[in-house]
């Protein structure tokens, strides 16, 4: 099993290049413009001035049947070659969050989220949605709670060769409490009351340590 690949780049570093390699879950970390498993900005900053001093960039990736960061839970939907790759970029108080995965079933949507916990032999272990502000009633199906600004939302659709890009962008940063894991899930997510940020089973997990 190869370990954990995850980059930080601190202030003053203009931008990350990111290299899938054909074996899967290694990456090389330059300055310059940003790659993806899917071709696609591993990070869409919220401002355009990556030099102050309070911008950082994180960058994981990972081969599911190669990293011991990566759990494939459903191996028809997230088969053992697929590769994932999540980037944090923060920036004055917003957080960006980028996820990119290549290789999982063609011309399908998945839901997607930042959890609580870090990866574990079942989905289950990655525990629930992080929110920024905690709903008090557990599970939190409340959309005041369960919703795209209160937590990190990373549905995607993919293409037809099963790769996806996408990207979601909050106003806050994580401080004291951190999510620590990206799940995937076999339904995109739902909005209504009783049911908000439920998708479907929990089909793989990449550790992130945000």
């Not at 899938?20 to 879950?25: N, Y």
């Not at 990736?61 to 053992?80: I, R, S």
């Not at 070659?81 to 995965?101: M, R």
């Amino acid at each position: 099993m190869r370990p954990l690949h995850r980059y930080l780049v601190a202030a003053g570093v203009a931008g990350l290049l990111v290299t899938m390699t054909a074996c899967g879950g290694s990456a090389d970390s330059t300055s310059g413009s940003a790659g993806s498993p899917s071709s696609a900005p591993a990070a869409s900053p919220p401002s355009t001035d990556p030099s102050a001093s309070n911008a950082k960039q994180v960058v994981v990736t990972a081969e599911f049947a190669g990293d011991d960061a990566a759990t494939n839970y459903n191996k028809t939907l997230v088969p053992d070659d697929a590769k994932i790759l999540v980037a944090e970029y923060v920036y004055d108080g917003a957080t960006t969050v980028t996820l990119n995965v290549r290789g999982l079933v063609p011309n399908r949507a998945y839901g997607a989220h930042a959890h609580a916990m870090p990866c574990g032999p079942t989905g289950d272990a990655a525990g629930p949605h992080f929110q920024h502000k905690a709903d008090p009633v557990k599970p939190s199906v409340d959309p005041a709670f369960a919703n795209s600004t209160n937590e990190i939302w990373l549905d995607f659709k993919t293409d037809d060769d099963g790769d996806a890009t996408t990207a979601s962008t909050v106003p806050w940063v994580f401080t004291n409490a951190k999510a620590a894991s990206v799940v995937i899930h076999a339904d995109p997510t739902q909005t209504a009351p009783g049911k908000a940020g439920t998708a479907g089973a929990r089909v793989a997990c990449l550790s992130v340590g945000f």
